[in-house]
């Protein structure tokens, strides 16, 4: 069973992305396709950003990259660098958005998540 919403979005953001290269470099702008696609359906809060995180994973597994870049994509994915994306987008429009918190969630990012993505391995 298809789900509507879903598929619809998922067009939309193919659509919107056209022949975009996706990449780390883009896959911000990916997300942020996403969620305007999103932001137009009758879903609304944790669903919008789980649909939104979802749309992109399948752009990054449907793109035409090297293993070792969509690795790099969905390691990203997995460990809520996109979601916590999401949420400092969300805050700030939301008025929420304090700068020294800003500084602290991308420190945090960065000793976490995204410093382990960019480590050579052997």
Same mark, same amino acid.
């Given at each position: ?12 953001? @193919? ?7 996706? +990449? ?44 070792? @870049? ?13 979601? +916590? ?36 391995? +052997?």
């Amino acid at each position: 069973m298809s789900d509507p919403v879903y598929e619809s979005s998922l067009s939309k953001l @193919k659509e919107k992305i056209g022949d975009l290269v996706i +990449n780390a470099e883009t896959i911000v702008k990916v997300l942020k396709f996403a969620m305007e696609v999103v932001e137009v359906t009758e879903l609304k809060g944790a669903a919008q950003k789980e649909l939104a995180i979802k749309l992109v994973r399948v752009v990054v597994v449907e793109a035409p990259i090297s293993d070792e @870049k969509e690795k790099l994509l969905l390691d990203m994915i997995d460990n809520n660098i996109l979601s +916590n994306t999401v949420d400092l987008v969300i805050e700030a429009t939301q008025g929420k958005l304090d700068i020294n918190t800003v500084v602290e969630v991308g420190q945090a990012c960065c000793q976490t998540g995204c410093m382990g993505l960019f480590k050579k391995k +052997n």
